[in-house]
């Protein structure tokens, strides 16, 4: 399997990091090492995380993070279909589909 992300959630992710790195570049080169980690075992344990059977989709939470990762697996292919930081308004959370 491999991990693709919508150009959605790739923009969800780069927004959250830019705005990280506004105030600690480190912090935000962290998170994202941290990101590429949670990939890691999306990849070993596909189906571990939290399933929505409506959507069909999968929630992982970023460890030491409050990013939430939303993901559907399609064939061989995991798509990360939303990157979402829990501060943020629950009505403003992207739609989960895949």
Do not use: C
């Given at each position: 399997?491999?991990?693709?992300?919508?150009?959605?959630?790739?923009?969800?992710?780069?927004?959250?990091l830019?705005y990280?790195?506004?105030?600690?570049?480190?912090?935000?080169?962290?998170?994202?090492?941290r990101?590429?980690?949670?990939e890691?075992?999306?990849?070993?344990?596909?189906?571990a995380?939290?399933?929505?059977?409506?959507?069909r989709?999968?929630?992982i939470s970023?460890?030491?993070?409050?990013?939430?990762?939303?993901?559907?697996?399609?064939?061989?292919?995991?798509?990360?279909?939303?990157?979402?930081?829990?501060?943020?308004?629950?009505?403003?959370k992207?739609?989960?589909?895949?």
């Open positions: 399997m491999r991990i693709e992300w919508t150009a959605e959630a790739l923009g969800e992710l780069s927004a959250m830019e990280i790195s506004r105030d600690s570049p480190e912090s935000a080169a962290l998170v994202a090492r990101t590429l980690k949670a890691k075992r999306i990849i070993s344990f596909p189906k995380d939290r399933f929505d059977s409506e959507t989709t999968y929630d970023i460890p030491k993070t409050r990013i939430v990762l939303t993901y559907a697996i399609r064939d061989e292919v995991i798509w990360i279909v939303t990157a979402w930081h829990t501060s943020q308004n629950p009505d403003n992207p739609k989960r589909s895949a």
